[in-house]
């Protein structure tokens, strides 16, 4: 059963100055999520723009935003088939725990310009 849908959209020209910014990418972004999205070279602003979208939508799939979650408990993270999947931890995961929902699917997609993210949280 479909627990929640979440979608957010985010400007790649507003992530392009994080990507040199530590502080920022520590703060917001899993540490394994910075190491991919430094790897990605020309294209980290939009890796880090569909992973920031998808840290949003995961607030709108809760139904209650992000407070009183940490961004960086929510990692994105792509299998060995490129396939996005989303990776809660500590306080991501009692928010998703506490909306009876035990799953959550992600896509994602990207342009020049702009990043976006769904998000399905689902009980199975």
Known sequence: MIT?????????????HWVTDRKILEKFFHHDEV???????NGAALSLAARF???E???KALGTGLSNITLKDIM??????????IKLFNTAQI?????????AHISLTHERDSAIAMVVLEKI
């Open 95 to 103: 928010a998703l725990e506490k909306t009876g929902s035990n799953r």
């Open 35 to 41: 190491a991919y999205v430094i790897a990605r070279g």
């Open 76 to 85: 994105v993270i792509n299998n060995d088939n490129g396939r996005p999947e």
């Open 4 to 16: 929640g849908i979440g979608i957010d959209a985010v400007y790649v020209k507003r992530m392009e």
């Open 57 to 59: 939508a995961f607030g």
């Open 53 to 55: 979208a998808a840290k």
